[in-house]
């Protein structure tokens, strides 16, 4: 009787593994992409890895292989964060690089997710964090300079993330600028769904949403020329809720998810870090936000700060809307 079972189970096991070959990707033979996650043992960077490994980040034939950097107390963690990679048998996953200091967790990486930062804490706003996490942006973009390709592409995802950013264009030398890019895609994602619920439609359905400014409670998101389901948004919406719901309520969405979790958006940040990332690598003729590098021609921005702005997407760069 219980071989019988067990020839059954296998026979499903069987089935099982071959609809899995099916789908499952055939990785290229093309060399496979260094990703660097710096904060690679806490909670945002748990999120983003096992997305970047199952297609998501560059598509389900591009090998990859994984940095894993974080402080020297966390390496037993990051360890632990290998061993469930290697249990995921990702097709994609060449190797997993575990480092605790920038120069080996950047050397030849092409794509940077900088998440590695100290989150905030229940009443404490993200400039709070500016002491301390500015100072790991130095040390960061010196070994960014050293060792890290000349085409890396960057965002920053650990708070304030636009001065982050600033620091470590500044200290990264010799990689372009316009290669270092701030996360604005969760505000901006927060505001669409916002907008979704309030006029019953799909996120889909939005388009031409713009965040403006820095990632904090000044930023402003933008529905002067957002459409859902090719009507103007600001028909289907009031004044109102505009001013006194929608834009406070990204404004300071984070703040509201520290108070209802106990702890800062995690998964909501990886996944939209891995949306910035796609559409920049893949293209999007979408609308997007990203916080980007002023020279003083856009829309009357001070040169020399790191701003979001709408923009598209196509052939590896940003283009301003
Ligand atoms: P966790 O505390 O869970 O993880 C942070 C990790 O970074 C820790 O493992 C820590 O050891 C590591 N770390 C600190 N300094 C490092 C360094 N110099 N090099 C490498 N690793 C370092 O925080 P988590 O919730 O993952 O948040 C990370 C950062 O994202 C915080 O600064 C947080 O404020 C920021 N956020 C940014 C958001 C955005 O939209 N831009 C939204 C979510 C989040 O608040």
Known sequence: MLSKNLQAMSKRQALFTQSLRTFSAEPSNAPPKRVAV??????I??????????EEFLGKNQRVILHLVDLPFAEKALTGVMAELHDCAFPLLDSVVCATNPTDGFRDVDYAFMVGAKPRGPG???????????????????????????DCKTIVVGNPANTNCLILQNHAKGIPSENFTAMTRL???????????????KVTDIKKMAIWGNHSPTMYPDVRNTTIAGKPALSLIDDDWKIKEFTPRVQKRGAEIIEL????????????????MRDWVSGSNEWQSVGILTDGSQYNVPAGLIFSFPVTSSNGKFQLV
């Open 38 to 43: 710096t904060g690679a043992a806490g909670n």
């Open 187 to 201: 505000d901006h994602n927060r505001a669409l769904t916002q907008l979704a619920l309030k006029t019953n439609s």
């Open 124 to 150: 404490m706003e993200r400039a709070d964090l500016l002491k301390d996490n500015g100072q790991i942006f130095v040390g960061v973009g010196k070994a960014m300079a050293d060792v890290a390709k000349r």
């Open 45 to 54: 960077a748990y999120s983003i890895l096992y997305r970047i490994d199952s």
């Open 261 to 276: 979790r106990g702890a800062s958006s995690a998964a909501s940040a990886g996944s939209a870090s891995i949306d910035h």
